[in-house]
């Protein structure tokens, strides 16, 4: 079973080659509104450098945010035409599940713009109750109900986040199959979302 496994909805560009759950080769660069330009070089330079042929991909896994708004759309366009046109397994994962792993206790804060965050608190690879945004000045209060491990942007509430392994985290997390790839559309959090604790 070959994985391709690729992530553009935040800062980072992540792309990971798999076969039957191990890496074989994979990238992740900083690559912050730049994703577009540089997605399908690092693609073919992993399948060359691997020697496989888009051909032998049976699934790929994606992230279906939250981020932003373009960068969510350029792995997931792909990911939709590949697995249409090729009739593989598309599966996803959140933005958050990526950053935290399989961490026993896990805080995940991205910065949304506008003074405020998408935050979510996982627990071995899942979501506890959902991912939200909040205000900036929300985040201690936010923090101090659910202790854990802080990954993404720890700068919004001073203080350093843990380093994440995105290629490790794409394969161990849990995914989703998603059954009809037609009507995958990006997870964006409603405004209406922002002031709910």
Do not use: W
């Not at 496994?5 to 992540?14: F, G, I, P, W």
């Not at 693609?43 to 279906?64: A, P, R, S």
């Not at 713009?113 to 998408?118: D, E, G, I, M």
């Not at 071995?124 to 201690?140: A, H, S």
């Amino acid at each position: 079973m070959i994985s391709l496994c690729m992530d553009s909805a935040y800062k980072a560009l992540v792309l990971g080659l798999y076969k039957d759950g191990t890496l074989i080769d994979g990238v992740s660069i900083e690559a912050f509104k730049k994703q577009s330009e540089t997605i399908f070089v690092e693609l073919n330079q992993l399948f060359e450098k691997t020697g496989l042929d888009y051909k032998d991909v049976d699934e790929v896994i994606i992230t279906d945010g939250p981020g932003s708004y373009t960068g969510i759309r350029i792995a997931m366009t792909i990911a939709k035409v590949f697995c249409t046109q090729m009739h593989k397994t598309l599966k996803c994962i959140s933005t958050m599940q990526l950053f935290a792993g399989m961490d026993e206790s896990a805080n995940v804060i991205l910065d949304a713009r506008s003074k405020r965050a998408y935050v979510a608190h996982l627990e071995k690879g899942v979501v506890v109750g959902k991912t939200q945004i909040l205000e900036v000045d929300q985040l201690e209060n936010f923090l101090n109900e659910h202790p854990g491990t802080l990954y993404g942007d720890g700068y919004l509430v001073n203080q350093e986040a843990a380093s994440c392994d995105f290629l490790k985290n794409f394969m161990e997390v849990p995914s989703r199959t998603i059954e009809n790839v037609h009507a995958l559309v990006p997870q964006y959090l409603k405004e209406s979302d922002a002031y709910k604790a």
